[in-house]
């Protein structure tokens, strides 16, 4: 089964059913599932009359907006691959993910512009055309494309994500991987076409794209997409009995959380579904005042860009605050020790998943590929999620204890120390750099970087420095001077006896 399947059936079921509400301030535009496809099968047409063939890359660099829809449902129609692109990212991630994924069309906004200006003197060979969706009316009036039938095992999405190494590999994600997501979901969480989800995630991650949109529109269900997160406007519309799920990190939950601290009206959500967490530790006082604020039990879940989503607290059953629940309908997870033997239950270690879920390497990679996964006795490979992990012997729940790769994550967004030491050491004067994490209470964690320079400096230069070269949320939020980092025998950095 394809992406395509999923959705065609969605839609015969009731092509006038709403499929898209765009919140623009105080405008609001509707599309029902047939307006929604007649569209998508025009820019399809489009965009296969100029040129784009079945397997080729489109990267998109497109804030939340109904074109965002629309152009990911033409790129699949036409068996293409979408290549979403974080619109925090700048020169150095957007010319690394541009240069390794080699897309036929790069797809933006009109207010990227400025910003994409500043690879004009990048070497992009490859990238044929630049869409802009203010414009698209060069793809209207193509013929219809052949019908093009993806298989379960073709490329629907090149999703990237940070590495050991500091740059960040593209996950290859077929439509059979996102199948399995998808229809893993649909059961797991009882939806149903008369859902509505209030989307406020960003639709260039998995959370967003996969768990948000694809999910609801394979159900039939109605997405209310605002442009981003605003916690004023999200409160009106689940307040408002408009809608019956929402998606979130944990830091939209905090900022629900502060903002209801300071009004007296109540705040309450029993007639909501659904509320669910992901993408980072949700704290467990977090889930608590959630609870006691609305008197919704927030659902917590978890999931890779690489796998889609694992495992996932109850719909009907107890969500235990600090767990992830259990694997969900087709995907097995175990816990291992340092030798990828599977430890006893209670006890730590690495969490090892497999499942139809679970992509099938990195593009252009087969070195870090084969790095990632392990084969056990009975042939099964198991992906290495890096993460560390037990499970209660009573319950079966997975809980998260941390990671054993270096990763920080801010507000959802993942930042691999090693990219930001690389980007520091190469301003005049750093001769050493350390970025490690420090909690947050409004970001779960925040990076911190430690340098060591043979010269004084400005602290600001260097922070606007980082700023011209990676994604504002990378930046790290403090920069100490020191005299030297500390260092073992063998001269490895002991970045925990950094003072944070
Ligand atoms: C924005 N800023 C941040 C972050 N976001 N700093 C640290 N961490 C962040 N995540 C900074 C900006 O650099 C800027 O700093 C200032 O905050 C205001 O920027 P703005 O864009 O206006 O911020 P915002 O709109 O308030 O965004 C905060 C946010 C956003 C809504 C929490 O970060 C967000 O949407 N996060 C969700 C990420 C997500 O969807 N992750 C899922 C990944 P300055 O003023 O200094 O320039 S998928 C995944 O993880 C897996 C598969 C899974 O399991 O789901
Ligand atoms: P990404 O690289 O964006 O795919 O992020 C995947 C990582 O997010 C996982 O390896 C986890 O470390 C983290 N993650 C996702 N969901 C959760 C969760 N519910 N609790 C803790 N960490 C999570």
Known sequence: MNLLDLFAIARARDPGAPALQWVDGERETEWSYGELWDEVEVLASGLAHQGLRPGDRVACY???????????????????VMLPMNLAYRRRELEHLLSDAQPRFLVTEECQLPILAELADSDLAGLKELLVVERLESLRGAPRPPESAPSGDDLALLMYTSGTTGASKGARITHGNVVATVTALLAAWDWSPSDRLLLTLPLFHTHGLVVGLTTALAAGATVRLHRK????????????????????????????LDRAGTSPVPFDLSHLRLLCSGSAPLPAETHQSIEELTGQTILER????????????????????????????????????????EVPAGDQGELQVRGPNVFEGYWNAPEKTAASFVIDATGHRWFRTGDLACVDPTTGYFTLLGRSRELIISGGY????????EVLCTYPGIRAAAVVGRPSTEWGEVPVAFIVSDRSLATDDLV?????????????????????????????????????
């Open 414 to 421: 993942n930042i691999y120390p090693r990219e930001i030491e």
């Open 229 to 256: 997160f605003e916690t004023e406007a999200v409160w009106a519309d689940l307040l408002s009995g408009e809608v019956d799920l929402f998606f979130g990190v944990p830091t939209l939950y905090q900022r629900l």
């Open 302 to 341: 978890y999931g890779m860009t690489e796998t889609g989503m694992n495992l996932s607290n109850p719909y009907a059953g107890a969500r235990i605050p600090g767990t992830v629940g259990k694997p969900l309908p087709g995907v097995s997870a175990r816990i291992v020790d340092a030798e990828d033997r």
């Open 464 to 500: 606007a420095f980082c700023r011209s070269q990676i994604a504002a949320f990378k930046v790290p939020k403090e920069v100490r001077v020191i005299e030297a980092l500390p260092t073992n025998a063998l001269g490895k950095v002991q970045k925990h006896l950094l003072p944070t």
């Open 62 to 80: 497109l804030g939340n907006r109904p074109e965002f829809v629309l152009i990911y449902l033409a790129i699949l129609r036409a068996g293409a």
